[in-house]
């Protein structure tokens, strides 16, 4: 009887492993993806190019962060159905519960932001959380830096956190910076390049800057000098939109940094203060997402409140590639009658992400949605207005990254004052932009239509 050597068995075992292999991860992505569209790619790559597949499904596809989330009991932002509050002519459903009573000042120019800020870290009396996409070393990163050590240095409990892709922006290591003068930071879900580790595609983009519970600051803008002018009269690189919160709202983002840095360190930090009582008048909802255990939360929020339109929907957003459920929503309201205007960017940071999006013009414009490039420095703005009363902020892009992999947070209020700020600045911006219309778009060479939904291919990723 012949015997096979083991040599003589490879080329027989290694299709079967690899077999195996590809169609474990497909039964995995069978079992847990959400979108039907996201399951067959991942099954079909991974029965098909079962090694490539795998290895990439097993990178990139796998979601650890809700598993880590469900290890540390990270829940707090889930929708109860409980929660309810009275804003407007209806009953809302929100996840978490609303509040009432909140103050919420708008900051168009980042030297006036980062100013406010500063002297908040500088008046502390008991913590400071501070939680940063992007935050320089240097420059005003440095101011940041020195006001953090030296309320660290008076007794003042601050905590930082930190995103280990953001991080890469920084000439220089920021958190470094921040031990050495007596900071607690930690990093968000660091970027681990070790087999099945790597975490690149799950980014905290949160902006949060909380003072002794009770005064808190968010929105768009990180701590970079970009945001700044270089000389008096010459324009910064960016612009933005951040926002003052006093009220109830600020606990709900000291509560928020509170479960990231649990979710990095698994450590609990005790809260200091109650919410203040102010005299102010935005009733407030905060609304986290991510892939822990709240993705598709900010896509229903934004969905809903789209819903709610009667007149008009005004978007600002440097990166604006709305998945499909949101297009649709977009669509509807303007075949309602409702007009909707897409504000973005004349020249895009992401040369890519900008022909992703010139693919998607052709669904708007076809259904009468005003589309504007704004000119002049990068606004990375994010702002929605609803009719005359309502508005929506924070640091989440209408994209696929920031809906489903990006762990976001967004603000929604409800007051006439606020929003009428802030759809000033929407209507100052549409005045100097570029509208476009169907037929240029139409006109475009077709090596420039294949270009752009070649890049619209991987928006998912963007």
Known sequence: MDRFGVGEWVPYGVPVLLGLLGLTCAIHALMHKRDPRAAIGWIALCLFAPLFGAISYLLLGVNRAERKAQQLGVNSSKATSEAFGHFG?????????????????????????????????????????LSQYIFESRGIGWQFIDALGNAARRGVEVHVILDKVGALYSIGSTRRQLQRVGVRVAMFLPAKLRVFGWRFNLRNHRKILV???????????????GYLRKR??????IRDTHFRCEGPVANDLAAIFRDDWRYATGEILPAFAEPRETDGNVNCRTTIDGPDNNVDLLTITLLAAIATAQQRV????PYFLPPRELMSGLQAAAI???????????????RVVDW?????????????????????????????????????????NIDHRSLR???????????????????EYIERQIETADILDLESTQRQPRWMKLRNAIAWLGSPYL
């Open 336 to 350: 309602r009658g409702v007009r909707v205007d897409v504000l973005i960017p004349q020249n895009n940071n992401l």
């Open 89 to 129: 002519d209806g009953v809302v459903r929100a996840p978490p519960s609303p509040t009432s009573g909140n103050k919420i000042a708008p900051m168009f120019d980042a030297g006036h932001a980062y100013s406010t800020m500063l002297a908040a870290i500088n008046s502390a009396n008991h913590s400071v959380l």
């Open 356 to 396: 992703a999006m010139q693919h998607t013009f052709r669904e708007l414009l076809r259904y009468g949605i005003g589309v504007y490039k704004q000119v002049g420095p990068f606004d990375h703005s994010k702002l929605i207005t609803i009719d005359n009363d309502r508005c929506v902020f924070g640091s989440v």
């Open 211 to 225: 003072v002794d519970d009770q005064l808190a600051f968010t929105g768009g803008m990180n701590i970079r000098n």
């Open 405 to 423: 992999l990006n762990f976001e947070l967004a603000i929604e209020a409800w007051n006439p004052h606020l929003t009428a700020t802030l759809n």
């Open 314 to 317: 005004r978007i600002t957003m």
């Open 232 to 237: 008096p009269r010459k324009a910064p690189d």
